[in-house]
């Protein structure tokens, strides 16, 4: 192996994450192990070009289309990459509704598990130990720290994402919203909204 100090840039980094990965990255692409023009085009992707918009959109549609809605209860994935939205983290996503009795939260414990095609890349908190461990041990503390204030008379259901299953929450239309299309409506789904972690906005 060749020995000098080009190659071994990792070795004077401060212990910052952010550095690593691109001393990663360096090393990576010097053996010609990959691309770095397209690993930019995947971050690009998930970062500016698939968001929460895309989710946005399918909570918008299932609020003005109870078909669309029952075919998405039953069946997220295919009806979801029937409107374009599908890839990394993409398989198997099921969507839970939320009610007046019910309200829905997800978490990944295990990890970061999160559904990329619909919502991007998930957000800090998401990943974090804190949040893994105590939305499943203190769901509605977590939910009033959120600012999600139930009534007494709604259960809170926590759901697990996994690689096998990735969740997505259909949050309650907000009232007010009687009249709006569907463009009008998804600017008031949040990403949070989709996780449980937060309510819709209410039209003003
Ligand atoms: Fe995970």
Excluded at 9 to 17: R, V
Excluded at 84 to 90: A, K, L, N, S
Excluded at 91 to 105: A, S
Excluded at 159 to 175: C, F, G, N, Q
């Amino acid at each position: 192996m060749p020995h000098d100090d080009h190659d071994h840039p990792h070795a004077l980094l401060p212990p910052d994450p952010a550095l690593r990965v691109k001393a990663l990255e360096t090393i990576l692409t010097r053996k010609g192990l990959i691309d770095p023009v397209a690993l930019d085009e995947i971050i690009d992707t998930y970062q500016n070009k698939i968001g929460p918009q895309n989710g946005a959109r399918v909570v918008a549609k299932a609020w003005g289309d109870s078909a669309f809605k029952q075919a998405l209860l039953a069946d997220a994935t295919s009806v979801v990459a029937d409107l374009g939205f599908y890839g990394r983290q993409g398989e198997h996503i099921v969507v839970v509704e939320n009610t007046p009795e019910q309200h829905n939260m997800v978490v990944c414990t295990l990890c970061s598990c999160y559904p990329w095609p619909l919502l991007g890349i998930p957000p800090g908190w998401y990943k974090s130990d804190a949040y893994r461990a105590r939305a499943v041990r203190e769901p509605r503390k977590v939910l009033a720290e959120f600012g999600v204030e139930l009534t007494p008379e709604s259960s809170v259901r926590v759901w697990d994402s996994t690689a096998e299953i990735r969740y997505l929450v259909l949050p309650m239309r907000p009232e007010g919203s009687e009249g709006l299309g569907e463009e009008d409506l998804a600017a008031l789904v949040t990403r949070d909204s989709m996780i449980g972690t937060g309510l819709p906005k209410v039209p003003s």
